[in-house]
């Protein structure tokens, strides 16, 4: 069983930073494909960024040059920095934790997700 906790989150205003974490126990980080997704009110969970264990990464086109994500095998976590923070951007973000398949992305476990708020 894979445990995820993720913590970064908050009140931030427009054009600021947050950088998320979200630390892994339980499976083999290594070999983990690991993202990060939101959810806003009212809308559907979307990807925001991932990393394969190999390191590729791909982002959403709406945070691109602003996101970025990474991950460091030897803590087991995964960091998602936000720069130039946009309301739009208000979300809850939840970490997870997958595969690589060839049909995409196969997620096996989710974080709690932690508040973003982008806001004057």
């Known amino acids: 069983q894979v445990q995820l906790v993720e913590s970064g989150g908050g009140l931030v205003q427009p054009g600021g930073s947050l950088r998320l974490s979200c630390a892994a126990s339980?499976?083999?980080?290594?070999?983990?494909?690991m993202g990060w997704y939101r959810q806003a009110p009212g809308k559907q969970r979307e990807l925001v960024a991932a990393?394969?264990?190999?390191?590729?990464?791909n982002y959403a086109d709406s945070v691109k040059g602003r996101f970025t994500i990474s991950r460091d095998n030897a803590k087991n976590t995964v960091y998602l920095q936000m720069n130039s923070l946009k309301p739009e951007d208000t979300a809850v973000y939840y970490c997870?934790?997958?595969?690589?398949?060839?049909?995409?992305?196969?997620?096996?476990?989710w974080g709690q997700g932690t508040q973003v708020t982008v806001s004057p």
């Open positions: 997870s934790f997958g595969r690589t398949t060839i049909g995409g992305i196969k997620n096996d476990y």
């Open positions: 339980g499976g083999i980080f290594r070999l983990a494909t």
């Open positions: 990393i394969t264990s190999g390191g590729n990464t």
